[in-house]
């Protein structure tokens, strides 16, 4: 990745952000990483005395203990079907302290793509107060190793969910929904390091066309002041890119004339884009020439030329848009600042302008209370735990450098012992705080047979087949899989979007043939035995898709209740609404030529 001469892939000696609110902001992160153990011992003592009297800490008997061996004695490791007919009962109505202490203010929706539905969170009020403080904490680390950033604007692409409901009339809704919607967001006081391009009318604009249309009509009439880009997710920011390229005609007639695109109906922002837009018709020519042209490298870097990085999640799942960002932007820097969930803020990247696949989180010890149950990928009996016999889960300050672990956390809304899903690596340590690399969402797998396919071992095996690819200039920009067990043995289908920069050079039909193999090839040993040996897995298939058509699925997942901030890409489908339009959308279709290669090993 090419880091300009004006950053620092080390804190700066004399940080480009001196005054006393920042240096607050550092020394607290320093006090907290250096007293880790004492901040959780205090932080557990103040959730357990918080929520000492409600129903679920009282069926555990603690009595009101508030030390760890009690509380881990007693109180049970869950999961959400564990805890979900007392969320159904607030959500219903029910006003007493079921889970905590204080009133449950709202629902926080996960994204609906993880594990197949919409989980409903509760949250407090408290809740935004400690996440707003965690935001708080970003710009100063940032400030150590990108200078300047007071003197121009960030160009994000953010977007809200029309939320809904509950029986009881508690809204439930995403957790960046809630934040953009809340009062801390709404009245923020004035930031020279976070000036937005967009405005708040288009981000707070539940029509996904208008609020984007409106984002990028200001980042493009803003372009010189833009000194970052960014959104949620790797795949947002590209959304956004797409978008450009299909509405750029547009977005030059109204620059050139001043006038905005009719289908802009929102009055909030009609009444605000009346200040901000005029007639610009060398913006409007400039904006035409770059579009125009089949040539979209470097895209972002020549119409916001002074930005400086890109700010979005590059880890887990989306590291697999990783190449088409650099392609957009000429090898930008990438910026994975936090670490966040529905359930719990989490930490920050200490190091944000570092290699995507050097990012490492270091967890806050005052956000919540941290356990980490080992994960053994070779261990398939730890995805059901025995309450009669709990596994020793390990705290935050005693886990061990290359370690994987499964978060599960204690917060101050309720959840207690509640298994995020998240497996973590421990990459290392911040004076006596781990930093910790986002593997994957646990149980993301294709299986056919005996044979478990977890989603970083598909990433790495859509990587491996992309390698073939290069010579042809062209590259996996979307993907999806599903395993097909209408056939017998059934198969894993690997569903591609391809970007064919070159029409005249395209790959053949034996090049992605050997990709099929190639992805087996990548594959576990336990796969490989099920085609070679056993005969119990058919051979891998690539199914083409015609361009644009993961916009669809995401579309379509829009239209069912997903958030377009929290959307991601599944990497596993089965739904056959999903499956179906994807099918009609094949171009070609591949199979494997040949068994991968696989030798008897011992067995234990």
């Not at 079907?81 to 929706?109: M, Q, V, W, Y």
């Not at 002041?225 to 450009?244: D, Q, W, Y």
């Not at 097909?484 to 395209?506: A, C, F, Q």
């Not at 898709?545 to 239209?559: N, P, Q, R, W």
């Given at each position: 990745?090419?880091i ?12 480009a952000f ?9 020394q ?19 959730i357990?005395?918080q929520?000492a009297?409600t129903?679920?800490?009282k ?9 760890r ?7 049970p490791?869950?999961?959400?079907d ?9 959500a ?11 009133p449950?203010s ?6 609906g ?24 904490l970003l710009m ?27 029986p009881?009339?508690l809204?439930?809704r ?11 967001f ?12 967009s ?5 707070l ?8 249309y ?8 803003m372009?010189?002041e833009?000194?970052?880009v960014?959104?949620?997710?790797a795949s947002?920011?590209?959304?956004a ?7 750029w ?15 802009i109906t ?7 884009m ?11 020519c ?10 979209w ?5 020549r ?16 590291a ?10 000429g ?19 200490l190091?944000p ?8 989180y270091?967890i ?35 886990v061990?450098?290359?370690?994987l672990?499964e ?11 509640y298994?995020?899903?998240d ?5 290392g340590?911040?004076?006596?705080a ?19 396919t977890?989603?970083?071992?598909l990433?790495?095996a859509?990587?491996?087949?992309s390698?073939?690819l290069?010579e042809?200039?062209?590259s ?9 067990t209408?056939s017998i ?10 970007m ?7 790959p053949?039909?034996e ?10 090839d990548?594959l ?5 035995q ?27 997942a829009i ?7 929290q959307y991601k890409v599944?990497r ?9 339009l994807?099918?009609?959308r ?11 290669h ?7």
């Amino acid at each position: 990745m090419a880091i300009g001469s004006e950053f620092s892939s080390s804190p700066l000696e004399l940080p480009a952000f001196n005054d006393d609110k920042s240096a607050k902001a550092l020394q607290f992160i320093e006090d907290m990483t250096r007293n880790v153990d004492t901040v959780q011992e205090s932080v557990l003592a103040k959730i357990l005395t918080q929520n000492a009297q409600t129903e679920y800490l009282k069926r555990f008997q603690l009595n009101g203990a508030t030390d760890r061996d009690t509380f881990k004695s007693r109180v049970p490791i869950v999961s959400y079907d564990d805890l979900k007919p007392d969320i159904e009962r607030i959500a219903n109505g029910d006003r007493t302290p079921i889970l905590c202490a204080h009133p449950i203010s709202e629902f926080l929706t996960s994204s609906g793509t993880s594990a197949g539905e919409r989980k409903l969170m509760p949250t407090i009020q408290q809740e935004m107060v400690r996440r707003q403080f965690l935001y708080s904490l970003l710009m100063p680390v940032m400030n150590q190793y990108v200078p300047d950033l007071d003197k121009g604007k960030a160009l994000y692409f953010l977007f809200i969910k029309a939320e809904t409901k509950t029986p009881s009339g508690l809204v439930a809704r995403p957790v960046l929904t809630s934040y953009y919607k809340s009062e801390h967001f709404k009245n923020r006081p004035y930031d020279p390091y976070n000036v937005y391009t967009s405005p708040d009318e288009a981000i707070l604009c539940s029509d996904s066309f208008q609020s984007m249309y409106t984002q990028m009509l200001c980042g493009l009439i803003m372009r010189h002041e833009v000194l970052r880009v960014g959104a949620v997710f790797a795949s947002g920011l590209l959304r956004a890119i797409r978008f450009l390229q299909l509405n750029w005609k547009q977005l030059s007639h109204d620059i050139s004339t001043g006038t905005l695109n009719p289908r802009i109906t929102d009055p909030s922002i009609k009444e605000r884009m009346a200040k901000i837009l005029k007639p610009d018709p060398e913006l409007a020519c400039f904006t035409e020439k770059e579009c125009s042209g089949e040539n979209w490298e470097c895209i972002i870097t020549r119409i916001w030329p002074n930005t400086k990085y890109l700010d979005v999640i590059v880890t887990g799942a989306m590291a697999q848009y990783i190449p088409t960002l650099e392609y957009y932007s000429g090898g930008l820097p990438m910026a994975c600042t936090m670490y966040a969930s529905s359930e719990c803020y989490f930490g920050l990247n200490l190091k944000p302008i570092c290699k995507p696949s050097e990012v490492s989180y270091t967890i806050m010890p005052n956000m919540g209370y941290f356990e980490f149950l080992p994960h053994h990928d070779c261990d398939s009996s730890q995805s059901t735990l025995s309450r009669d016999s709990p596994p020793q889960l390990v705290d935050l300050a005693d886990v061990e450098v290359g370690k994987l672990y499964e978060l599960v956390i204690t917060a101050y809304s309720g959840l207690c012992r509640y298994r995020v899903g998240d497996i973590l690596q421990v990459t290392g340590f911040h004076n006596s705080a781990p930093q910790f690399r986002f593997v994957r969402r646990k149980n993301v797998l294709l299986s056919i047979d005996s044979d478990k396919t977890d989603e970083a071992e598909l990433q790495k095996a859509i990587e491996n087949a992309s390698m073939l690819l290069k010579e042809f200039n062209t590259s996996v920009v979307e993907y999806t899989s599903y395993a097909d067990t209408r056939s017998i043995p059934g198969h894993y289908v690997i569903y591609w979007e391809l970007m064919v920069k070159d029409s005249s050079n395209k790959p053949t039909d034996e090049v992605l043939k050997q990709c099929c193999l190639t992805m087996e090839d990548s594959l576990n040993s336990v796969y490989r035995q099920g085609r070679v040996a056993d005969n119990s897995i058919g051979p891998l298939e690539i199914r083409v898709v015609k361009s644009g058509t993961f916009e669809e699925l995401m579309d379509y997942a829009i239209s069912r209740g997903a958030s377009i901030n929290q959307y991601k890409v599944p990497r596993c489908v089965s739904f056959t609404p999903i499956t179906e339009l994807l099918d009609s959308r094949v171009d070609s279709v591949y199979f494997s030529p040949g068994a991968p290669h696989w030798t008897p090993e011992r067995r234990r």
